[in-house]
């Protein structure tokens, strides 16, 4: 975005409103001097004041992205450029393209024809319906949908929590829905990784205990449960913090512990339900860079579930739920983060009937 052509926008729409700096300024309850800054282009509104002041100046968000008024044949094109520039200045100028050779590796995870039926005394609901698709190994894969549209359902059958009424699930080959209810602890332990929105470390180890403490329980060699932390902990930069207690770090740095206890017994596929939740944006750029680090450099695979678009723009692939049902799948192929980001608001729209606004997807 153009700050100085943004600054001179707002100061020729303060005018035409036959206002002065300090009106403006005692309008949105601020100081004149903030509006002196934006209009001479040495910085831009508070995300907060976005709205207000668009609509104290008569104008849409698009148009003060722009810095410019847009017209009506020129709106569609002029919206989708601005879209673009505010999803680059806000994600970044990611450049990431999928390697060709990252497209044909073995399937780790199939679902086929899934379904899930709750029956309660007076009738029964189907919260996931006849539900099938397949991740590769070393894919980054989010599932995404409104509340109650069954994606955390479908998570936890994978996740072996709960068993589906119909259909099959494999795991590495294997069809977990045979498993006995006594052997799935153990299937959990010796297959899945997981990182949760709430982190769900031990309080009372420190970080790199509740590491070693899932590498102890897989009975992994005494000897080489240093080696494995501190090379994964260099690796997501919390190597400093090892020797403190959880309450002692940010949330960014538990819920990288939690990724390097999910990664450090070399599980078959980790499952992530909301892990950015709980984080600021900062953070949750830091650890969703750090899931896709895992994928290229451990070949991790990693299901996410997710409603924020920021977060599945990170993804190799989203599905999308809704009523139980996949009702469409994207792929990232050949694009970079910004133009998937456009690609899943615009998928987004179609499933639901509805447009989003950009600053809402944003600021969410």
Known sequence: MNQNKIGVFISERRKAKGWTQNQLAEKLGITDKAISKWETGRSMPDLSLFIPLCGLLEITLNELFAGECITDENIKEKADEVLMEVITNWLGNDKGKLKAEEITQKNVLEVQNISKIYETESNSVLAVNDVSFQIAQGRFVGIMGASGS?????????????????????????????????????????????????????????????????LTV???????????????????????????????????????????????????????????????????????????????????????????????????????????????????????????????????????GESHDVFEIVNS
Do not use: W
């Open 218 to 352: 897989k009975e992994t060699p005494k000897e080489s449960i240093g080696q494995i932390i501190q090379s994964i902990s260099e690796k997501l930069n919390i190597s400093a913090v090892l020797d403190k207690f959880p309450y002692e770090v940010s949330g960014g740095q538990r819920q990288r512990c939690a990724c390097a206890r999910a990664i450090a017994v070399k599980p078959d596929i980790i499952l992530a339900d909301e892990p950015t939740g709980a984080l600021d944006s900062h953070a949750a750029k830091q650890l969703l860079s750090v899931f896709v680090m895992l994928c290229k450099e451990y070949n991790a695979t990693i299901l996410m579930v997710t409603h924020d678009v920021m977060a599945a723009s990170y993804c190799d692939r989203i599905l999308f739920m809704q009523d139980g049902e996949i009702k469409a799948t994207l792929n990232r192929e050949q694009k970079n983060k910004q133009a998937f980001f456009a690609d899943i608001l615009k998928k987004i729209e179609l499933i639901e």
């Open 150 to 214: 069954g994606k955390t359902t479908l998570l936890n059958l994978i996740a072996t929590i709960d068993k589906p009424t119909n259909g099959i699930i494999r795991i590495g080959g294997q069809n977990i829905v045979d498993i006995a209810e006594e052997d799935t602890a153990n299937f959990r332990r010796e297959h899945l990784g997981f990182v949760f929105q709430e982190y769900n470390l031990l309080e009372t180890l420190t970080i790199y205990e509740n590491i070693a403490l899932a």
